[in-house]
């Protein structure tokens, strides 16, 4: 979804990517997951291995909680920042789009204009899963509440040429007077 956006013009950032970012390149952060899970969550190489990190968090809320409390502020002054450069500009982008998996899950929806809702059958994310689904999906807004407060809905199990249309008439929307 986030690419069909860009495609079709707007600014992207994804959520999920500023995450890996962080785990790569933050030695503060890198530090603190060390510190707080144990070198189990190193590959190798010393790196943070994110299923490592997964593994070790999903069965346990309250080193869920402490990761998420982590990250989360990071993350946040992240894209905010990115959405105020862009903003600056001479020629700032009409549209500028956000991924946030977790959006209603941690409050996040007061931040932006207008919130998109992607969602997709079970089989279709399982699917497309790169492990199977388990007990995190527990941890989700269900799809009828995401759809019904979101501004604009979207179930991801067509082709690219109907994405391509809803995309196009999002940006249309959000484009407009």
Same mark, same amino acid.
């Given at each position: &979804?986030? +690419?069909?956006? #860009? +495609?079709?013009?707007?600014?992207?950032?994804?959520?999920?990517?500023?995450?890996?970012?962080? /785990?790569?390149?933050?030695?503060?952060?890198?530090?603190?997951?060390?510190?707080? /899970?144990?070198?189990?969550?190193?590959?190798?190489?010393?790196?943070?291995?994110? *299923?490592?990190?997964?593994?070790?968090?999903?069965?346990?809320?309250?080193?869920?909680?402490? /990761?998420?409390? !982590?990250?989360? $502020?990071?993350? @946040?002054?992240?894209?905010?920042?990115?959405?105020?450069?862009?903003? #600056?500009?001479?020629?700032? $982008?009409? @549209?500028?789009?956000? #991924?946030?998996?977790? /959006?209603?899950?941690?409050?996040?929806?007061?931040?932006?204009?207008?919130?998109?809702?992607?969602?997709?059958?079970?089989?279709?994310?399982?699917?497309?899963? +790169?492990?199977? !689904?388990?007990?995190?999906?527990?941890?989700?807004?269900?799809?009828?509440?995401?759809?019904?407060?979101?501004?604009?809905?979207?179930?991801?199990?067509?082709?690219?040429?109907?994405?391509?249309?809803?995309?196009?008439?999002? &940006?249309?929307?959000?484009? *407009?007077?």
């Amino acid at each position: &979804m986030l +690419r069909a956006f #860009e +495609r079709h013009g707007a600014a992207v950032i994804s959520s999920d990517e500023i995450v890996h970012r962080f /785990l790569r390149e933050d030695s503060k952060v890198k530090a603190a997951i060390v510190e707080r /899970l144990g070198e189990g969550v190193l590959s190798d190489d010393g790196e943070i291995d994110r *299923g490592r990190v997964a593994e070790t968090v999903f069965g346990d809320p309250e080193a869920l909680a402490w /990761l998420e409390s !982590l990250l989360h $502020p990071r993350v @946040v002054a992240t894209y905010l920042k990115w959405r105020e450069d862009l903003a #600056e500009r001479q020629e700032p $982008p009409a @549209v500028c789009v956000t #991924e946030v998996p977790l /959006l209603y899950e941690v409050g996040g929806e007061t931040r932006f204009d207008a919130v998109i809702a992607v969602t997709a059958s079970p089989e279709v994310r399982a699917s497309r899963a +790169r492990r199977p !689904l388990d007990e995190r999906e527990t941890r989700l807004l269900p799809d009828d509440e995401k759809l019904r407060r979101a501004d604009f809905a979207y179930v991801n199990d067509g082709t690219r040429k109907e994405l391509d249309r809803f995309v196009s008439d999002v &940006m249309g929307k959000l484009d *407009g007077p």
